[in-house]
């Protein structure tokens, strides 16, 4: 049957067309464009790496900046801390100061006042005495003015240091 | 030849079926003056060769494009004609197309001895051998096209999308998924012939599945086109054999009675590497042949039924239309897997024959 007998001619015109189809092919066809795939799938990989390269980089100046905020809120924290300590260092200093002055200032008034007062005491003593003085001074001189007043007097004095 | 009258008349259908309508008459050759239609006639005419490549029938006018004849006798020498001048039966320099017996179709010369040879050389450009030539073309212009558009890219560029990225698709398909798991080591320097033999079968058995010029050739239904595919396959199987392999067929790992003194094992080793190319050859050829064949029978029913009447004829064609969808669109299928097949075949093969010694 001719379905099953191969034809002399056109196994001659397959092997003719199939060759040079298969020698253009595999010079100038395929060899470019499965090594353009494998190209492009190595370009693809190495993106691929690159990128998570570049996120793990990522990752680690994101860890680094946390860090970095970390270490500048706790040194914020503590600078206030110090900040609060010689604050209330200062003040307790200062209360401290102004009692010990406004003490001594205190005293000195009151030295000042004793000091005053006593010369005041003194003053008034010596004014007292002149004041005495002065209305004994008067009193005599009105009271011893007459003979007999001044007898009467010398007399009482004379009783009074008998009595004694 | 007449098949494809009737081809077009099934695309005239569908033509109708969409809304455009082709006034065609269809007429055969296969039509007998009573006007039965000889069925095998039409298909053993449709999946054969021929020395033309008809078109159509349009009334009683044949269409068809004239094909050089090219034969070398040796009573008459060398002679190149075109095929219309054989129209009829009439013969041209002694040659003339002999209508029955064993050479029936084919271009026979009378001898002086009164004789009825075929000429000693008949390299004819048949219908089956330029379809071979247009697809090589398209083939090549394809795959230059689309090598032509990577040249001008480096890797970093976009990915291609279009028609050149469903070239790659199927490139790629075939590269790692046929031809690196299958032929392992080495696989660069036989993926070029697979890639070809694929894309061959593939793009032939498409082109067969397109009922009008310059498809329609039932190229790789035919015994010479497979053949030669699978002998190639068979050197590059055999030629590149390593040690191992040919150790394996010649001194298999068997009891030693089965190898000696009567080589048995070996017998059926080397029976077995002819039985190989022998099936991928008679697996195409058969599974495309018998596409081509199903649907033209289908074709052949609107014409049957129609002798029989127009109702009939008129529903039967209605059927006869979805039944050849449905085979077309399963022939596209098969069109596929058959030139996938037969590369994973040869793949495999190939890979077989790459074995290294291996301990136990």
Redesign the interface.
Known sequence: M??????????????L??G???F???K???????R??D??K??IDQSLEAAREANAKLEGIKAEGEALLAQAREEQRLILKDAANTRDRIIEEAREKARTEGALMLEEARQQIQHEKEVAIRDIRRQTAELAIEVAEKIMRTNLTTERQQMNLVDRLLDEVEKN | MNSHTIRTYLLTMLFCLTGVCLPLQASSNAVSEDGDVDIKEVI?DH???AYEWHIMTWGDHHISIPLPV?VFSQEKGFHTFLSHKLHHGESYNGFYLATEGDH??KVVETLSTGETVRPV??????K??AS??IN?LL??SI??F??RW??R?S??DD?PRGFVGM??ML??MV?DGIIKPSVGKDY?RY???L??AF??IFLSNLMGLIPIFPGGANVTG????T???AI?TFLAVNLFGTREYWREILWPDVPIWMKCPIPLMPVIEIFGLFTKPFALTVRLLANI?AGHSVILALVCIIFVTHSMGALLGGSMTVVSLLFCTFMNVLELLVAFIQAYVFTMLSAVFIGMSRVEHHEK
């Not at chain 2, 050389?121 to 048949?126: A, E, K, V, Y």
């Not at chain 2, 035919?222 to 086109?225: D, E, L, P, S, V």
């Open positions: 001719s379905l099953f007998t191969p034809d002399v001619g056109l196994i001659f015109w397959m092997l067309s199939f040079i189809v298969f253009v092919l595999a100038w066809g395929f060899p470019v464009i499965t353009m795939v190209d492009r190595r370009f | 053993l999946i054969g060769d090219i029936k179709g050389i008949d390299l004819s450009l048949t089956i051998a071979i030539l090589s083939l090549v795959i230059l689309v090598s990577y040249s890219r890797a970093s990915a070239i790659e490139i790629v590269y660069e993926a070029p012939y890639l070809t894309f061959f035919n015994i010479a086109i053949l030669v595919l190639c042949m």
